[in-house]
């Protein structure tokens, strides 16, 4: 955004946004809640985001910090299956030796991805949204450096699907933190 905006119109516009997404958050419910998210944040896709949460009960009512929290511990389900996932695809699997090497380094890569969420749910629960914002840029970091393993040489990725809800989910939750962030100071 162009520093012009930053100290004149930007600010207004910015308080009446998030003012304006609070009371929709409110009244609650997982469709508004995706629009923002996916209106704030590129990465966020807005079918992803409806779906992650219906497969939920809890999310149907829930508050946008329960969203937080709920969009958290969806990584971390996730992110626990998929390194045992990975584990099987090198032990069971027939690969090449750049293959199997990206597969060792995406194992690597998710089980440091692991303790992070937790860090950061610790984080969210604290309310210190900075720090869980570290913490879930790093999660996604991680899966976004599994993918580019294999694209580097254009080998095909079995994780594409893996590493995509990956990377999915952690937008949301970095979605969600952002608002809280932003709005609470
Ligand atoms: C990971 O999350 C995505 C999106 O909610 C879901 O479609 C997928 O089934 C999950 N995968 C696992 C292994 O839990
Ligand atoms: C959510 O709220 C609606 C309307 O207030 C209610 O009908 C519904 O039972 C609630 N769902 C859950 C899961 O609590």
Known sequence: MKPFFCFSIF???????????QSAIAQNSIYKTCKIFAQNDPNVNYNF????????????????????????????????????YIKNLIK?????????????????????AIPSVKKAMKYYNKKLYGDANVQLSAVMDDATTCEDGF???????PLT??????FQLSAIALSAVYILRTGSN
Request: aromatic share 12%; charged share 20%; glycine share 4%.
């Open 151 to 157: 694209n580097e040489r254009g080998v095909v990725s």
């Open 49 to 84: 985001c409806t779906t992650s949460f219906q497969l939920y009960p809890a999310s149907q009512n829930a508050t946008l910090q329960e969203l937080g929290k709920i969009s958290i511990r969806l990584i971390q389900y996730n992110m626990t299956d998929t390194r045992f």
């Open 11 to 21: 600010p207004l516009l910015f308080l009446t946004f998030l003012i304006a997404s």
């Open 92 to 112: 069971n699997k027939k690969w090449d030796s750049y293959t199997k090497q990206c597969l060792s380094d995406c194992f690597e890569l998710f089980s440091d």
């Open 161 to 166: 699907k893996r590493t995509g809800d990956a």
